[in-house]
């Protein structure tokens, strides 16, 4: 009776609908994007490897006059003039010359040449993030043609773990932070004794004599450091460099960087796999890490059409053959001011040298509160 006199009360129910089946994994997984294949030919890397070998070049051909030169005062074989480039292996010094000039605005007169050619360095830093360590730099040409070598002979190179390979990487930072320390600590006044020191005046001779009487533990270090390289990427580079640290530090605040475009990325992964910093690039959008070395071995491997690419902040990607120029520019540009200008060589009078470098290995290093020359 109560259903016919309240008929409205009960509710009309929605037909029964069939169970919604899963979603498939295949949609949830992450679709796979059309390639779109490059059709310009990639030269970075023939014009790098071309700046690497003709920087490797220039430096055995200084190293060679510069050995002349010292030997001419060993044992009075025949005169050249000292080449003052050889000052490039000077860092430090440069590092000190370089706080004088800008605590005292004089250029300084003993190693110039060390400020100027790292100025060179730091300006192709800043505006190509690190290209000097990738397309110049000598020791990193070896140490790359060594970890291509273990490459060949090994088919791979090993990365240490990441709990490993991050500390280790800070190696290099503590060494430069040790050196910029020991720098600014020293007044311009000090730093003028320093450099007219004996040691001072012909730390180009020390530096050289090293390698040629070289001990025992240099050749340990040295070897260690060689057989590092064959199995792991830019050893030496990765994780000992302090010039390399001051590079890559000022290399962050380049506008130059590596960009990636997410819509462009097929998501291979390449890239990454390739890079000799072992960088993430395949993950991220642009690579201002210290580490990256503008190698753009990553735009080389890159088979997508605009999804890598060397630029400004503006979208169009910058060529390999700018970088290269940019750099070739910046390097003489810098140098030729300073020998135009009169700032390249050191002004020692050829008796000094005459007096100091036979007996080169007898120079000490000044020591705090060592009374300057008189």
């Known amino acids: 009776m109560a259903s016919q006199l309240y008929p409205e009360v009960l509710p009309e129910l929605p037909p029964l609908l069939p169970p919604t089946p899963p979603p498939c994994s295949s949609v949830l997984s992450k679709a796979k994007k059309k390639l779109v294949r490059r059709t310009d030919r990639d030269h970075s890397q023939q014009l790098r490897r071309s700046f690497q070998l003709v920087f490797l070049a220039l430096n055995v051909y200084l190293g060679g006059i510069f050995y002349l030169w010292v030997r001419h005062f060993e044992n009075g074989s025949q005169a050249v003039s000292r080449p003052a480039g050889v000052e490039g292996w000077l860092p430090i010094a440069g590092l000190m010359n370089f706080k004088y000039w800008m605590a005292t605005g004089h250029v300084p007169t003993v190693h110039p040449a060390a400020m100027f050619l790292l100025i060179a360095f730091l300006a192709i830093a800043f505006l190509f993030h690190k290209a000097f360590c990738s397309w110049l730099c000598p020791v990193g040409t070896l140490s790359e043609y060594l970890w291509r070598l273990g490459h060949q002979m090994f088919k791979r190179n090993f990365t240490l773990p990441r709990w490993l390979d991050i500390p280790l990487r800070g190696l290099k930072y503590l060494l430069l932070g040790f050196f910029v320390w020991a720098v600014s600590s020293m007044s311009a006044d000090a730093i003028g004794s320093f450099m007219r020191s004996p040691y001072g005046l012909i730390a180009d001779v020390k530096m050289l004599n090293f390698f040629r009487h070289m001990g025992e533990t240099g050749l340990i270090v040295i070897g260690c450091l060689a057989v590092a390289s064959l199995f792991v990427q830019n050893f030496w580079c990765r994780y000992l460099c302090p010039y390399g640290a001051l590079l890559g530090l000022i290399g962050s605040f380049s506008p130059m960087r590596i960009r990636r475009n997410e819509a462009a990325c097929i998501d291979c992964g ?105």
């Open 270 to 374: 390449k890239c990454a796999k390739v890079c000799p910093s072992s960088l993430p690039v395949d993950q991220l959008v642009n690579i201002k890490s210290a580490e990256c070395t503008a190698c753009m071995e990553c735009v080389a491997v890159c088979p997508a059409e605009g999804a890598l690419r060397m630029s400004l902040p503006s979208r169009r990607a910058t060529p390999a053959w700018a970088i290269a120029a940019g750099v070739a520019v910046l390097f003489v540009g810098i140098v030729g001011y300073a020998k135009s200008a009169g700032f390249w060589q050191t002004s020692v009078p050829h008796l000094v040298y005459q007096q100091l470098v036979p007996s080169a290995d007898e120079a000490l290093h000044p020591m705090p509160g060592d009374a300057g020359p008189q």
